[in-house]
């Protein structure tokens, strides 16, 4: 499936919190969130790029198909 690029930081925190992620601490424009062994750092940017949400996605050992189920 091709990735969204129409996606906020926001949408990408809201669904990994639906995952199960928690919210750790935010440095800068950057939230950082943990589930288990898992640490994932998105960026609070309006649009986020699709190799960034590719790295978020490997990061958080996560699927598209997960991710917009989850939104």
């Known amino acids: 499936m091709k990735l969204p ?7 990408v925190c809201r ?9 750790v601490r935010q ?5 950082h969130y943990v589930r288990g062994s898992l640490h994932v750092c998105v ?3 309006s ?4 190799k960034t949400l590719q790295s ?9 198909e997960d991710l917009l189920d989850n939104l």
């Open 43 to 45: 960026p609070m940017h």
């Open 47 to 50: 649009d986020i790029k699709p």
């Open 27 to 31: 440095t800068g424009s950057h939230r």
């Open 5 to 11: 690029r129409d996606l906020s930081g926001d949408d």
């Open 56 to 64: 978020i996605l490997k990061q958080a050992e996560i699927t598209v």
């Open 15 to 23: 669904a990994l919190k639906r995952l199960g992620f928690e919210f």
